[in-house]
């Protein structure tokens, strides 16, 4: 079996201020980890993924993300927020062979100028 | 290169009517799921596909719901009847055979009034 867990539905940072999305995941094997964004009214873009090859994962819009097996966790990290970075973000885990993406609840994150 | 296509983007209805959404993956995946989204249990798996047989239905909410894939690039969810517990927006998401990303439609918002 697989979950994740997002730590805080809402989050708001102010702009220039660092983001931190936390996510802890609980899967039996290997996992492969996601960061999707939702943009008010749309679909889910990916941001980054991790899928067993480097622990610190670049994504797109300046996010990034490490692995840290020993605490269950795939944290989601800007160094400088933008307005433009608000929006709803999930962290999704599946396996592979196993072809469900699990979501987690979602972190909504709020910028404030 | 296209991304998933959904349609129609919203759709508004009266309970007992019979809705269709349907879905075009990406060109070349092989793999095609449906999701619901609503405030109350966040994204949900419907059914999954690949190769344009159903894998794994166990999210279909009851037999109101019944998904199609008639061909590769083509797939549709279909409610008969609709009630208003099933407003909420579908999204589609596709993947290419032995990928880990999933890539999202930007979904249906459904309201059953």
């Known amino acids: 079996a697989q979950s994740v867990t997002q730590l805080g539905s809402h989050v708001s940072v102010s702009e220039g201020a660092l983001v931190l999305l936390r996510c802890n995941y609980s899967?039996?094997?290997?996992?492969?980890l996601f960061w999707y964004v939702q943009y008010p009214n749309q679909g889910l873009q990916l941001l980054l993924k991790?899928?067993?090859?480097?622990?610190l994962v670049k994504g797109i819009n300046g996010f990034e993300a490490e692995f840290k097996k020993s605490e269950t966790s795939f944290h989601l990290t800007k160094p400088s927020a933008h307005m433009s970075d608000a929006a709803e973000y999930f962290c999704?885990?599946?396996?592979?062979?196993?072809?469900?993406?699990?979501f987690g609840t979602g972190t909504r994150l709020t910028i404030i100028p | 290169d296209a991304g998933v296509i959904q349609s129609p983007r919203h759709e508004v209805t009266e309970m007992g009517q019979e809705v269709t959404l349907r879905c075009k993956p990406i060109?070349?995946?092989?793999?095609l799921f449906w999701y619901r989204q609503t405030m109350m249990r966040g994204l949900e798996l419907l059914i999954y596909?690949?190769?344009?047989?159903?894998?794994?239905d166990s999210g279909m909410p009851e037999d109101r719901f019944s998904a199609k894939m008639p061909n590769a690039s083509f797939s549709t969810l279909k409610i008969q009847p609709s009630e208003p517990r099933d407003s909420a927006v579908y999204f589609c998401?596709?993947?290419?055979?032995?990928?880990?990303?999933?890539?999202f439609g930007p979904g249906t918002r459904l309201l059953v009034l």
């Open positions: 998401a596709s993947r290419r055979g032995g990928g880990e990303t999933q890539y």
């Open positions: 899967s039996s094997v290997p996992p492969y």
């Open positions: 991790y899928t067993s090859a480097a622990t």
């Open positions: 999704a885990v599946s396996t592979f062979g196993n072809e469900k993406l699990t």
């Open positions: 060109s070349g995946h092989n793999s």
């Open positions: 596909f690949n190769n344009n047989v159903p894998i794994d």
